[in-house]
């Protein structure tokens, strides 16, 4: 009986396993999703030596965009950019663009090894200048992406010692922002401003 009652399905369920519209539009929004994504490649293709500034090493330039995808971030499905970026076992660089499907599209910025220690002066200055929807990683692992708080503190609410308290505490720099799936017609122009601005704070 306890085994029929595991593969049993709730009157929800079973309306969801009859019906193919749903299924077929989250495959179409799923593919407008790379399509978003691809104009965020072709715009940081285009501009990111020029937002990077003196961050723009050459390996970092020299990087391939990477667009991946998942069924499982926390049991929902996302879709992820990595570019720019290099990743060894010593030193990280990464401008991470993700959907997170239910809860918004987010930008993060990684620095670990000699880039953090490079981006540590410039990321305390420019976010004592400005902090406004800019959110710093204080998770031990840089590979949380959920802006829960005990994942992401809000800069706007750190006074300067506690800012650089979580910058000096920490192997690696991982500050993000995001935007609310509400906004979705405007997302090409919001991504673009939010790469312009984390970027910003590398000089």
Same mark, same amino acid.
């Given at each position: 009986?306890?085994?029929?009652?595991?593969?049993?399905?709730?009157?929800?369920?079973?309306?969801?396993?009859?019906?193919?519209?749903?299924? /077929?539009?989250?495959?179409?929004?799923? @593919?407008?999703?790379?399509?978003?994504?691809?104009?965020?490649?072709?715009?940081?293709?285009?501009?990111? *030596?020029?937002?990077?500034?003196? &961050?723009?090493?050459?390996?970092?330039?020299?990087?391939?965009?990477?667009?991946? *995808?998942? @069924?499982?971030?926390?049991?929902?499905?996302?879709?992820?950019?990595?570019?720019?970026?290099? &990743?060894?076992?010593?030193?990280?660089?990464?401008?991470?663009?993700?959907?997170?499907?239910?809860?918004?599209?987010?930008?993060?910025?990684?620095?670990?090894?000699?880039?953090?220690?490079?981006?540590?002066?410039?990321?305390?200055?420019?976010?004592?200048?400005?902090?406004?929807?800019?959110?710093?990683?204080?998770?031990?692992?840089?590979?949380?992406?959920? &802006?829960?708080?005990?994942? &992401?503190?809000?800069?706007?609410?750190?006074?300067?010692?506690?800012?650089?308290?979580?910058?000096?505490? *920490?192997?690696?720099?991982?500050?993000?922002?995001?935007?609310?799936?509400?906004?979705?017609?405007?997302?090409?122009? /919001?991504?673009?401003?939010?790469?312009?601005?984390? /970027?910003?704070?590398?000089?």
């Amino acid at each position: 009986m306890s085994n029929n009652t595991k593969i049993m399905l709730s009157d929800t369920e079973l309306s969801n396993v009859n019906d193919t519209s749903w299924i /077929l539009t989250k495959q179409k929004i799923t @593919e407008k999703v790379f399509e978003l994504m691809k104009l965020q490649v072709d715009f940081l293709s285009a501009h990111g *030596k020029s937002l990077l500034g003196s &961050f723009a090493f050459p390996e970092i330039i020299a990087s391939v965009p990477r667009i991946s *995808k998942g @069924e499982n971030y926390l049991g929902l499905p996302y879709v992820m950019l990595d570019y720019p970026a290099v &990743f060894s076992k010593k030193e990280v660089f990464a401008l991470r663009t993700m959907f997170w499907w239910g809860h918004h599209f987010s930008i993060m910025l990684l620095a670990e090894g000699s880039y953090k220690k490079i981006a540590t002066p410039a990321i305390s200055a420019g976010l004592k200048k400005n902090n406004e929807n800019i959110f710093i990683c204080v998770h031990d692992n840089p590979w949380q992406h959920s &802006f829960d708080p005990g994942n &992401f503190k809000d800069t706007a609410h750190l006074s300067p010692h506690e800012l650089d308290a979580i910058l000096a505490g *920490k192997k690696f720099i991982k500050i993000g922002t995001r935007y609310s799936l509400q906004n979705w017609n405007d997302l090409p122009q /919001l991504l673009q401003n939010g790469y312009t601005i984390l /970027l910003g704070l590398l000089q």
